[in-house]
């Protein structure tokens, strides 16, 4: 598929997990640079996540990362939350786009440019896979960071997802401030 110049990749990272927010990035490369090893950030390992995302950075015309909280996810439902972080991280682009590519199967409404639903993207399309890889590394710094903020939980392992140790954690200590208490693992929690 052949879009023009500023075509903007977005994607996003943390729909699943039980806590932390749901963090999007957006991309427009730059064609005359192409950075080798782009591909969806889950097939990456992280070593190779981290050594990508600085060069992303560095050699995108324009790049941006935007979140929603676990409260806006709370409120909206993930679905809806994902959108405002993707609607939130191309608002942040230096550089308009003339046509968006975003990995899934539907759009968020209202937004700037034309704009493509494309499923498995991250795979196909070099922008998408750049944001896959903006958005996943900074969602794993942050975990990495509550982690300290919130000892216990094991964040950094996990990084929210629903694992047995999260279940375990969450079991003990009951939610935190990053647990997304509409999620049925936390709901149960709560109401019992």
């Known amino acids: 598929m052949q879009y023009q110049t500023f075509t903007c990749g977005v994607d996003e990272a943390g729909r699943g997990p039980w806590a932390g927010p749901v963090t999007a990035a957006a991309v427009i490369l730059d064609p005359a640079c192409p950075i080798t090893g782009l591909t969806d ?3 990456l390992t992280e070593a190779a996540r981290d050594r ?5 950075r560095e050699r995108a015309l324009a790049w941006a990362i935007a979140e929603a909280s676990p409260e806006e996810i709370d409120r909206l439902n993930i679905r809806e939350a994902t959108f405002l972080a993707m609607t939130r ?3 942040g682009l230096a550089r308009a786009p003339a046509h968006i590519l975003i990995d899934g199967n539907a759009l968020p409404k209202n937004l700037p440019a034309p704009a493509t639903a494309i499923i498995k993207g991250d ?4 922008a998408i896979s750049a944001a896959s890889i903006l958005a996943k590394t900074h969602r794993d ?3 990495n960071a509550y982690c300290a903020q919130h000892p216990g939980y094991g964040f950094s392992q996990h990084k929210g ?3 047995a140790a999260h279940a375990e954690a969450l079991a003990r200590f009951g939610p935190c401030a990053l647990h997304r208490r509409s999620f049925a693992p936390v709901r149960v929690l709560l109401e019992g």
């Open 52 to 56: 990508l995302a600085p060069e992303i």
């Open 41 to 43: 950030s889950k097939k």
């Open 123 to 126: 795979l196909t399309e070099p």
């Open 161 to 163: 997802y629903g694992t």
């Open 141 to 143: 710094a942050q975990m």
């Open 89 to 91: 991280a191309i608002a």
